[in-house]
């Protein structure tokens, strides 16, 4: 009898083990998914009707949601330090965007990395690209901009997105996922309306005419009278909505290589002077075809640099409707991303960390349209949720670091005075490496509480 049961001993075993290391286990991917410039009142939670953000409503629903996250600092590169090293801006030293800093300390890509999962990051924002310091512990970081372009929209984003995912198939990772529509320009994808900039008859430049743009257009310029030609489609239904105001060339100057060059430069009338610094020249206009006439004394061509940035003006009131269809684009390229982690079986094994990196003023304080520069709610105020596998559906709790309080008072007493920092992003890593992993995940991550206690490197 004992020998007849004995066949029974593997699969016993393997349940056992089944049981004991798969149950709650960590979820073979983790995705980081931030979304730039989204003020928490801009996702509608709404999961029925007409919901404006249909995918982050789900997923939210799905997962937990804290209501009340708060950016430690509403500016993209600190912020998004805060989220990786856990750590408030003064400790960080990081305090702007374009601040090349060595940050002394673990990032949250290290250490994902340490513990087994390949790591793979997509930015839609230059100020986020590696020199800035957060391409660390990443074994891919994509940060591809499209030539003149500081910014890619969200199908881009989902372009790269995919293939990193296609290239760590296989895989545990962690992937961080940057969206950045809702930054200004407040203009989706749409109409493929042109920007042209001619040189006599050479089409110097051409891309979509709601595409803000800081242009540097090379000039062969001959003896003599040169027209430049600046040609704007205004998109039809800025036109129809009666919301352009203007075209803006701005900061707009002509640089010759050779410093001795005799050129002079005139505009047409429709070109209205705003303003002059560092002899660059700031122009709205109403027409869309200006021209600029330059004229080279000299008797040989020479060569020169034609540099301005390109806007198209709006009414405030486009301006807000702009924001609102810049989140539901994004939403629905998020939804574009969910659906084919679902397709590819990917879903399921993954939990997903959604937070913003500040809000944006929408003309509420002094008409200002932005961020960076107040503290008020609508800039300080971020979505953030946790979703997918091993996280519990259905929950809405105030505070992002909920029962851990108590623990992170203790070991980060020297911030207390910080009291919101222990509900931001600076706790990102902190909930990661202590509640999360610990709690939802279902395993311990062994870190040694590196994050706001633990000394530099
Ligand atoms: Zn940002």
Redo the contacts with the bound molecule.
Sequence with gaps: MKIKLLWLVPPLLFLAFFLLFFKGSAPEHIFLITL??TRADAIDYATTGNACTPNLAALAAAGRHYENAYTVI???LP??AAMFYSLPPHVLKLYNNGQERAIPYPSLAEIMKKNGYATGAVIS?S?LKRNFGLARGFDHFLENFKPGLWYKTAAEVNRDAFALIDKMKGKKSFIWIHY?DP?EPYCPPGPQERFTVFLGGTLLHSSPSIEEQVLRLPLALKPGENSIRLHCEIPAFLRESRAFTAVSYADLKITPRDPRAPLTMSYSPDLVRRSERYGRITFNTKENESYLSIVNKGTAPCLADLGFKFMIKTTDEARRTGYANEVRYMDSQIGLLLARLKKEGIFEKSTFLVMG??GEGLGEYNSHFG?IHYLNKIYTHVPFFISGKNIRGGEVRANPLGPDRRHAAQTHGRYQCHGRFFRSQAFLGDLLSRGLFRRLLGTPFPLAGHFLSGAPR
Aim: proline fraction near 7%; aromatic fraction near 0%; hydrophobic fraction near 20%.
């Design positions: 730039d410039t509403p500016i993209t912020s998004h924002l100020v950045s930054h990196d500040h961020h």
